[in-house]
């Protein structure tokens, strides 16, 4: 097998690695490239590789940093099964079609406004282009074993990261190499512990926060000082929170802390379609998380929830304190732009930042300090308390990564740490190499590595 490195290379964004293997060639992720301008001018460039030369795709989980590419693969002629967990499948159904969406109208946006460089602004993929997109997905569950091309094996395991999130293995018979997908926290109260790292000769391993350890606060305690003095201010928590997966663990804290009594009584928004659907499909796929049917439904009724556009925009021109929990989760889009507007210039109100906010979006602009945003082509200025909750993340830490690397039966021959910014990834990779005494490394963009298994390895096994 080779192994061509064409996204999330020293970024968290556009995974996409070529494998390659005799005469075929799959392709592990089809992620968007999100955040800063030069990164998201790749989703327009040509792909390295020709699109209808791909013989299938896997996809370790449905965010579009992993999935959102697929609309362009197919347009540009690709047709050939992607696989996917179940779960991921219906999440992928509301994820792409919402992206379709939302580059539609910031398209539209851009032109009605006159603020794009492009004349007219395009859509990168319209929702048509993201359902028949939808059209190529093929469901394996986790644990058996799947022909992706003619020449490998391959296998999900659960990933922990969000709901139907996978690591995969795959196998040509003389070389292995796993794939560790996004890796979730061990002892997240919803979803499922990522499996212990299956023997493999070569490990493709994220690095998120390849430089940072989780804080370790009650995250429930913090939620609730935080809504507390907001409300006490006479003012409104405004949650930019990823739809699918950081929406429903709000849910599941705000549900319980509620019952104990430790909020105040303001009421609690979710104003996000997708993320409605998204807490509708993992009480779908009970088994693929930690939570029984009965707490699943208990927890999503915790929040009312927003459908119509006018509701939403009805929750801006509100005195009363309340909590909204809205997408995009980095502020790059969506509803929550429409609060943040609103919203951001009353220093009563808080905005809660609640995961990674990759460099370039409004939400690393705001976790580092920024005191004015551009929105919609227009200066708001931020006036507004900025909290954030690190430890909510779907991501595993330094420390957790290490371990879960350290949880397999041997040590690979190469590691290749991707989906990390710079210092994250360099970083995680001096760790393997010093901690773990392993051979690591940190690809670049388009980089390709032959996995062939040394002599003197093969007879250690
Ligand atoms: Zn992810």
């Known amino acids: 097998m080779r192994l061509t490195f064409l996204g999330a290379t020293q970024t968290v964004t556009g995974s996409k690695t070529l494998v390659t293997a005799g005469r075929s060639k799959l392709l592990v992720d089809c992620g968007l490239f999100q955040g800063q301008r030069e990164l998201k001018e790749r989703n327009w460039a040509e792909l390295p590789v020709d699109p ?10 449905a965010h579009l940093d992993h999935s959102g590419y697929l609309p362009v693969l197919v347009r540009k002629g690709f047709r050939g099964p992607v696989w996917c967990t179940p779960a991921t499948r219906d999440l992928c159904e509301i994820l792409l079609v919402d992206s379709g969406h939302l580059l539609e109208r910031d398209a539209e946006f851009a032109n009605r406004h006159g603020y794009s460089r492009h004349k007219p602004a395009l859509p990168l993929y319209t929702v048509e282009e993201a359902r028949a997109a939808l059209r190529y997905l093929r469901t394996v569950p986790f644990g ?57 000769d070569f490990v493709v391993v994220e690095s998120t926060y390849g430089d940072r350890r989780h ?8 939620l609730a000082e935080i809504v507390s003095s907001t409300a006490a201010r006479g ?35 979710l104003d996000s379609p997708m993320a409605i659907d998204a807490s509708d499909i993992l009480c779908r796929h009970v088994g693929d998380h930690r939570l ?7 927890m999503c009724s915790v929040a009312h929830y927003v459908q119509s556009v006018e509701e939403s925009k009805s ?20 509803r929550v732009l429409h609060h943040l507007k609103a ?29 004015e945003l551009t929105i919609h082509g227009q200066l708001v200025p931020v ?79």
């Open 52 to 61: 209808t030369s791909i013989d299938a795709v896997v996809l370790t989980h």
């Open 144 to 200: 058996p074993s799947f022909q992706p091309i003619d020449e490998v094996t391959a296998m999900f395991l659960p990933a922990g990261h969000i709901l139907g999130a996978a690591m995969v293995r795959l196998d040509d018979g003389a070389v292995s190499v796993l794939f560790s997908g996004d890796l979730g926290r061990p002892h997240d109260p919803v979803m499922l512990e990522p499996a212990r790292r299956p023997a493999s």
């Open 215 to 222: 804080d370790t606060t009650d995250v429930e305690q913090r």
């Open 235 to 269: 003012g409104t928590v405004i949650i930019p929170a990823f739809a699918v997966g950081r929406a429903q663990s709000l849910l599941y804290h705000l549900d319980r802390l509620k019952r104990r009594g430790a909020l105040p009584p303001i009421p609690i928004y």
């Open 292 to 298: 029984g049917d009965g707490e699943c439904r208990r």
């Open 315 to 334: 929750l801006d021109r509100q005195t009363m304190p309340m909590v909204i929990v809205s997408a995009s989760g980095m502020a790059t889009g969506g």
């Open 343 to 371: 919203m951001a210039p009353d220093p009563r109100n808080t905005i809660l930042l609640t995961g990674f906010q990759a460099a370039g979006t409004r939400g690393a602009q705001l976790h580092a300090g920024a005191r």
């Open 383 to 461: 006036r507004a308390a900025v909290e954030s909750l690190d430890m909510l993340s779907a991501h595993a830490d330094a420390d957790e990564i290490l371990r879960w690397l350290a949880s397999g039966p041997q040590a690979p021959q190469r590691t290749f740490v991707i989906h990390g910014e710079d210092h994250a990834a360099d970083t995680l990779c001096r760790r393997v190499a010093s901690e773990l005494g392993w051979q690591a490394e940190v690809p670049v963009y388009g980089e390709a590595a032959d996995l062939t298994v040394r002599r003197d390895a093969r007879s250690l096994v």
